[in-house]
C-alpha cells in the first residue's frame, strides 16, 4: 500500500503561482511512476503531468506545457507540481497518484487506469 497526502492548494489570481507538494508513505517510493491529475466542477478527472521513477522523463497535458513543472525528490518521498501562469481554467481539485506495478525507470504514464494509489487532493481556485 501506498499512502499520498496532498497539499499546497489555495486561492490565487490569475497569472499567479502554486506549488503543490505530495508527501508518500508505504511503500519504496522509488518503485512508483507518479503523476498529477485534476478534476475541475461537472467534468472529468483528467492528466496533467507525469514523472518517471528516475526523474528523467515527464510528460505534459497540452493545455499545461510551458506553464507546470512535475518534479520528485526521492530521498523525501515527494512529488512537487509548479504550476505557473495560472488561468481560471486550472480551477479544480488537484490529485497525485502512483502506478503499481514494475514499471521501467524512464516511463511515464498518462493513463489514468494505470495508477493504483490516490490522494485525498488539494483544491486550486483561481480568480479571473
Known amino acids: 500500500q501506498v499512502q499520498l497526502v496532498e497539499s499546497g492548494g489555495g486561492l490565487v489570481q490569475a497569472g499567479g503561482s502554486l506549488r503543490l507538494s505530495c508527501a508518500a508513505s508505504?511503500?519504496?517510493?522509488?518503485?512508483?511512476?507518479m503523476a498529477w491529475f485534476r478534476q475541475a466542477p461537472g467534468k472529468e478527472r483528467e492528466f496533467v503531468a507525469a514523472i518517471s521513477r528516475s526523474s528523467s522523463s515527464t510528460d505534459y497535458a497540452d493545455s499545461v506545457k510551458g506553464r507546470f513543472t512535475i518534479s520528485r525528490d526521492n530521498a523525501r518521498n515527494m512529488i512537487y507540481l509548479q504550476v505557473n501562469a495560472l488561468k481560471f481554467e486550472d480551477t479544480a481539485v488537484y490529485y497525485c497518484a502512483a502506478a503499481g506495478g514494475f514499471k521501467a525507470l524512464t516511463q511515464t504514464i498518462s493513463d489514468m487506469t494505470q495508477y493504483d494509489y490516490w490522494g485525498q487532493g488539494t483544491q486550486v481556485t483561481v480568480s479571473s
Open positions: 508505504g511503500r519504496t517510493f522509488t518503485w512508483f511512476p
